[in-house]
T-cell receptor, first 115, second 116 residues
Framework: KQEVTQIPAALSVPEGENLVLNCSFT??????LQWFRQDPGKGLTSLLL?????REQTSGRLNASLDKSSGRSTLYIAASQPGDSATYLC??????????????FGRGTQLTVWP | NAGVTQTPKFQVLKTGQSMTLQCAQD?????MSWYRQDPGMGLRLIHY???????DQGEVPNGYNVSRSTTEDFPLRLLSAAPSQTSVYFC???????????????FGSGTRLTVV
């Protein structure tokens, strides 16, 4: 069974810092990996999707890398802002058989950026 | 607006009552799924569907039923509500682009259910 671990569990930083959120997963046989953010009391908003054949994806101040063979993904947030405060979730998806496309979740990283 | 719509947003049930959580998407996505989110835990898969008429169990299916009669709708039924089913429920959809290529998921805004 795929296990997802995100480190740190919580992070509190002043505005302007560059951040690194780490994700590790136990089964490297993934189809793709998606990063979401979840605001308190809200649903999940997709940030970036990396296919298993890709090494990284960028969107604005966000950059996600994927090392499939070692079971790791990293989300970089440049010049953090208070609006980035949310819980960030890394979700690899299964690549085979009856579980194709299924997402796996860890507990996420709770980020607080203060002015 | 295009996306995944969940209703109701909030619901309080008494133990033993039944109800249906609604989920609809207008993006013609084949793949739909239900998750529950509990404090201190990651989202857990309840049931999923890879197309109309096809459903399968996820990680925590007990106490829930689903059906998929159309591409757009994927309702989740609680047969006899229990306090352990107090949770936030999310519906999600995804699509395939040729063959088995799955792309990103879109989530609904959730249904917060309390069973007393």
């Amino acid at each position: 069974k795929q296990e997802v671990t995100q480190i740190p569990a919580a992070l509190s930083v002043p505005e302007g810092e560059n951040l690194v959120l780490n994700c590790s997963f136990t089964d490297s046989a993934i189809y793709n990996l998606q990063w979401f953010r979840q605001d308190p009391g809200k649903g999940l908003t997709s940030l970036l999707l990396i296919q298993s054949s890709q090494r990284e994806q960028t969107s604005g101040r966000l950059n996600a890398s994927l090392d499939k063979s070692s079971g790791r993904s990293t989300l970089y947030i440049a010049a953090s802002q208070p609006g980035d405060s949310a819980t960030y979730l890394c979700t690899p998806s299964a690549d085979r058989g009856s579980t194709l496309g299924r997402l796996y979740f860890g507990r996420g990283t709770q980020l607080t950026v203060w002015p | 607006n295009a996306g995944v719509t969940q209703t109701p947003k909030f619901q309080v049930l008494k133990t033993g009552q039944s109800m249906t959580l609604q989920c609809a998407q207008d993006m013609n996505h084949e793949y739909m799924s239900w998750y529950r989110q509990d404090p201190g835990m990651g989202l857990r898969l309840i049931h999923y569907s890879v197309g109309a008429g096809i459903t399968d169990q996820g990680e925590v299916p007990n106490g829930y039923n689903v059906s998929r009669s159309t591409t757009e709708d994927f309702p989740l039924r609680l047969l006899s509500a229990a306090p352990s089913q107090t949770s936030v429920y999310f519906c999600a959809s995804s699509y395939r682009a040729g063959g088995l290529t799955f792309y990103g998921y879109t989530f609904g805004s959730g249904t917060r259910l309390t069973v007393v």
